[in-house]
């Protein structure tokens, strides 16, 4: 039979002094155990933590009214359902109007001409334009507020990077595989530098790694640049823009694997390049 090797777990009966809340053996026992105790429940939430922050930044996932509105309003087109791309529109209408706001640019007549004719690839790339300047609007946030707090900081790039996976990224790869370039390969590497520019807060302050705001301004504006190249009827920002506006708000679907062509297979979120692009 295992026998315990602490004195304190033994038989009370054959060890009376154990009884004894002041016995230094039934002491330091306890003192482990709480130690040990409180550590593990630390790290429970602290992985707990980074798991919430890695699922969203604001939003679910589903709820997102960007991600949700595009790909409701592209799907609805692709059936011919006017009322239910009016639906869609409505949801957007506040995302337009951070836009006009923060960048100055009114995206509104064009998405409303594509609505009126019914073409869901038309409706599709006036929807992308939109969603190209929300991604600007968060890493301009993240700049213009020197990313002096670091959760939002986190939440706006979790955004930018589900707008261009899983809305702008189909288009780059096309032009990709088209073109014979590395354009999505870069942005993946440019939205892995944004994170790393973010610093760390280490655990328990063990690997903490101060915010590279230099390093944030610079990946951002060649990720803009970069990502616009493949659009470029989109307006872009001018030479040392990037950080002087205000913050916008917002997102995620599915990142397709390998090539689809465009028409009534491409996802419901791909947005095909337009004449004049990469694409």
Request: aromatic share 8%; charged share 25%; hydrophobic share 25%.
């Given at each position: 039979m295992i026998q315990s090797s602490c004195s304190c777990t033994r038989n009370p009966a054959r060890n009376p002094a154990s009884r004894s809340a002041g016995h230094p053996r039934l002491h330091r026992c306890g003192h482990i155990l709480s130690r040990v105790t409180i550590l593990a429940i630390l790290l429970l939430l602290a992985s707990s933590d980074r798991s919430a922050m890695a699922q969203g930044y604001g939003y679910a996932k589903s709820a997102d009214p960007l991600l949700g509105g595009v790909k409701s309003a592209i799907a609805a087109a692709r059936e011919g359902n006017a009322e239910k791309v009016t639906s869609a529109m409505t949801t957007l209408e506040p995302l337009m109007d951070e836009v006009q706001t923060g960048l100055g640019i009114d995206v509104r007549?064009?998405?409303e001409t594509a609505k009126a004719k019914g073409d869901a690839r038309d409706l599709a790339f006036e929807l992308a334009e939109l969603v190209f300047h929300q991604l600007r609007l968060k890493l301009e946030a993240n700049v213009?507020?020197?990313l002096k707090v670091p959760l939002k900081a986190r939440r706006r790039l979790e955004a930018a990077q589900a707008?261009?996976?899983q809305i702008l990224s189909f288009a780059v790869r096309r032009a990709d595989?088209?073109?014979l370039r590395r354009d999505h390969e870069e942005l993946k590497n440019a939205f892995r530098e944004l994170r790393?520019?973010?610093?760390?807060?280490?655990?328990f302050g063990v690997g903490k790694k101060d915010p590279d705001l230099a390093k944030c301004r610079l990946v951002s504006a060649g990720l803009i640049e970069r990502l616009g190249g493949v659009f470029p009827q989109f307006p872009k920002p001018r030479p040392g823009e990037l950080g002087s506006r205000a913050p916008g708000k917002g997102p995620e679907e599915e990142d397709p694997d390998g090539e689809k062509p465009?028409?009534?297979n491409q996802p419901?979120?791909?947005i095909p390049p337009r004449k004049g692009s990469r694409g």
């Open positions: 007549p064009a998405i213009s507020e020197e707008y261009y996976e595989s088209k073109n790393e520019s973010l610093g760390s807060e280490g655990l465009a028409g009534e419901a979120g791909g």
